[in-house]
Nanobody, 126 residues
Framework: QVQLVESGGGSVQAGGSLRLSCSAS??????MGWFRQAPGKEREGVAR???????NYADSVKSRFTISKDNAQNTLYLQMNSLKPEDTAMYYC??????????????????????WGQGTQVTVSS
């Protein structure tokens, strides 16, 4: 199975920046991505990077967030700039593993995900 550990969350003022990291162990395949969930709202896809390195972003974060991956370190990143109060949420790293077909699959940007980290909180104040 895949284990994902996020870090880098915190509290910033609007307009500030944060960089999230996700360290992956095991054997993730296909895309890796970032999701977020605000209180009282459903979890939503934020950004993902394909196995070919191609990125895809939710409209709400385009031009502000950048997803990247260090394949040598098996680490996923999310650089978040120009943060807004509406970006406040728990952010989750996600990946797909073929070794656990029983896990529920979530789809975002033409990719499947069935493994999740524990999340890291991002709070943006106005």
């Amino acid at each position: 199975q895949v284990q994902l550990v996020e870090s880098g969350g915190g509290s910033v003022q609007a307009g500030g920046s944060l960089r999230l990291s996700c360290s992956a162990s095991g054997y993730p395949s296909g895309c890796m991505g970032w999701f977020r969930q605000a209180p009282g709202k459903e979890r939503e896809g934020v950004a993902r990077i394909g196995s070919d390195g191609s990125p895809n972003y939710a409209d709400s974060v385009k031009s502000r967030f950048t997803i990247s991956k260090d394949n040598a370190q098996n680490t996923l990143y999310l650089q978040m700039n120009s943060l807004k109060p509406e970006d406040t949420a728990m952010y989750y790293c996600a990946a797909y593993t073929t070794s656990a077909p029983q896990l529920r699959i979530t789809y975002f940007a033409s990719c499947a995900y069935n493994s999740w980290g524990q999340g890291t909180q991002v709070t943006v104040s106005s």
